[in-house]
């Protein structure tokens, strides 16, 4: 592609490289190859099931993690609007009925004193209209309430982030989906000084008021909790931002100019990569509870933390010998095996290879970021899936798959799909350090082929979109991988504003 002088701004303003924008436009028009599947993850093949003794055991074992100084850092990633939360209820306030007109609207309205929210658009309405939201239902003016709920002139919900909107009630008040992060920060991610590291990516447009909400929030639950907080946000880089292009596969422009679009959660492993932590808790910004259901929550944060450490230290003990001496057959029959059977790397052919190789081996493996993944039985939830797939070096490791990653016309692949019992709630907890402490550089441990195309309408014109490897699925391909079964009560995410009528929101 010849490049205009307008093109090279454009890159130069993004910090986005020629050959950068070549190789996108290259996978626009080639496409990306199917993922191969060895089978899907399940309990004792890839997913760790724990007993009662093992969660005391790993409970303890991150408390004890925690008392010795290690910096524990909590992401959340929160950016972009809450609009399609609120998908129905705009249809609801564009259309032409007054009155609910489906049973999403009617459910909405029938329970919508149970809302957090309640109290400030029942104040917002008497602001506007003179009247209480009793009164607007009683002369049958329910699009003005949720009007009132969304748009603009009103509370603006419909255009705020998911982290600035009230969740729950709270006695005497309400908390936000970032408040219940501050308080759940401070149950299971504490450092042992008692500072509590949270962060949150966001995008430009709502900086100041997360910044002014997080201030106005943190000397509440500092005194509430005991501890001090450390919140620092990010936005999505420039720099990730992706071309997109015709149906026919040349370079989409607007006012001359290429188009770019953000390339979707993907683009977070840069800021992941920013973090400066040793432990990252890693949950999305709409999977919160209030206090009075969090238990569930706190424990097997807990016990993901513990196995994390306890894998975390069995590598460092194992590199420690591969490192210094020569190991022993029964050492390095011992280190295969924990490869194999807990971090789930199998296909080598590790058992063929000298000594030598067998240690290298080894150390290329054991050096790798690590993560452990939660897992909930798939109960129709939303979510990707956690399987066993082929790695570009023969081997086959866990990995977080969508399902638009495998092959619709392979019977064996949608037949493995279908096998699947568990998704993933993105429920992570990462190690980002080298053997030596030193970070990892994470972008390297990418698996470029995990991309995918979408179709979107850009002002009645249809696009291809290039979304990045998700962050917890390609992005993560080269990490050391451990899947952990989790109960379904850890995982309550809020895509519609009625998912807050469910009984663990309330």
């Keep these: 592609m010849e490049l205009q002088a307008i093109d090279l701004t454009t890159l130069q303003r993004k910090g986005i490289t020629k050959e950068q924008l070549e190789e996108e436009l290259k996978m626009l028009k080639e496409g990306f190859p199917f993922l191969k599947i060895y089978s899907a993850a399940t309990i004792g ?3 760790m099931a724990l007993s009662d003794e093992d969660k005391a055991k790993y409970v303890k074992i991150w408390n004890e993690y925690q008392q010795k100084g290690g910096k524990v850092v909590k992401m959340v990633p929160a950016s972009g609007a809450a609009s399609r939360m609120f998908k129905d209820l705009f249809s609801f306030a564009n259309g032409a009925s007054q009155t609910p007109d489906n049973d999403f609207i009617k459910r909405f309205c029938d329970n919508i004193e149970k809302f957090a929210f309640f109290p400030i658009l029942n104040k917002k309405c008497v602001a506007l209209y003179g009247k ?3 009164s607007l239902f009683a002369e049958n003016r329910h699009r003005d309430v949720v009007a009132t709920l969304i748009l603009k002139e009103g509370l603006n919900y419909g255009q705020l982030p998911k982290a600035l909107l009230e969740f729950h009630k709270s006695i005497g008040t309400s908390r936000a989906a970032l408040e219940e992060h501050l308080a759940e920060g401070a149950q299971y991610a504490a450092c042992a000084d008692k500072s509590v590291n949270i962060h949150f990516t966001v995008s430009d447009d709502h900086l100041n008021l997360m910044a002014q909400r997080i201030e106005e929030a943190k000397a509440v639950f500092e005194h509430a909790y005991g501890v001090r907080y450390n919140v620092s946000m990010s936005v999505q880089k420039p720099s990730t931002d992706t071309v997109a292009t015709n149906m026919d596969g040349s370079p989409y422009r607007e006012n001359g100019e290429l188009f770019f679009r953000p390339g979707g959660h993907g683009a977070l492993i840069e800021n992941l990569n920013d973090i400066d932590g040793d432990v990252i808790f890693i949950k999305n910004i709409d ?3 209030p206090d009075s259901y969090r238990d569930a929550t706190i424990e097997y944060k807990q016990v993901i933390g513990g196995v994390l450490v306890e894998v975390k230290n069995k590598i460092d003990r194992y590199a420690g010998i591969l490192r210094t ?3 022993s057959d029964e050492q390095l029959r011992e280190m295969l095996s924990f490869l194999r059977t807990t971090l789930c790397v199998t296909g080598d052919n590790a058992d063929n290879m000298s000594t030598q190789e067998q240690i290298d081996y080894l150390l290329m493996k054991f050096n790798r970021p690590i993560r452990v993944c939660g ?5 129709g939830e939303p979510g990707g899936g956690p399987f066993l797939a082929y790695n570009s070096d023969g081997t086959i490791s866990p990995q977080i798959l969508e399902s638009t990653q495998i ?3 392979d019977a064996t692949a949608v037949e493995m799909l279908k096998m699947a019992t568990h998704f993933n709630p993105v429920d992570l907890v990462c ?10 550089d994470l972008p390297k441990y990418v698996d470029k082929n995990t991309g995918f195309i979408s179709i979107k309408s850009r002002e009645g014109v249809e696009i291809k979109a290039l979304e990045l490897p998700g962050l917890w699925n390609g992005a993560m391909s080269d990490w050391n991988t451990i899947m952990v079964e989790v109960p379904a009560q850890t995982f309550n995410p809020v895509k519609t504003v009625n998912d807050l009528l469910r009984p663990a929101h309330q």
């Design 132 to 134: 209480s939201i009793d």
């Design 45 to 47: 093949k890839g997913i």
């Design 287 to 289: 999977n919160v509870v």
């Design 431 to 440: 190690y980002t350090r080298d053997l030596d402490g030193n970070k990892f």
């Design 407 to 409: 092959n619709p016309d």
């Design 325 to 327: 001496s020569t190991p």
């Design 375 to 379: 897992m909930v039985r798939n109960e």
